[in-house]
């Protein structure tokens, strides 16, 4: 009995996705990771207040607000990894 060619094969179908607009995707994000948008709020209004205390001429408080930026931008960036790796584990289980 000699063997023959395998069967082919069928396509099993795509599954289909609800559409999600924006601000539904937005939410569910701001769900998984609520600290992301903490952060982002954070850092513009440290950049606001850097840039009226530049206008206003009070270089040493603008001076500081920026380095305060760059931390707050730290932080978004930390809990933007940190919301990657929990995503990661979480599919893995």
């Not at 040493?60 to 995503?87: D, I, K, W, Y």
Request: proline letters at 10%; hydrophobic letters at 40%.
């Amino acid at each position: 009995m000699t063997a023959g060619p395998p069967p082919p094969l069928e396509p099993s179908p795509l599954p289909t996705f609800a559409e999600e607009g924006f601000g539904e995707k937005f939410l569910r994000k701001t769900r998984e990771n609520p600290l992301v948008p903490l952060g982002c709020l954070c850092t513009v209004g440290v950049l606001t207040y850097g840039l009226i205390s530049f206008k206003k001429g009070n270089t040493r408080r603008s001076q500081m607000m920026m380095r305060a930026r760059v931390v707050a931008q730290g932080f978004t960036f930390a809990a933007l990894l940190g919301g990657m790796v929990a995503t990661a584990i979480k599919s893995r289980q």
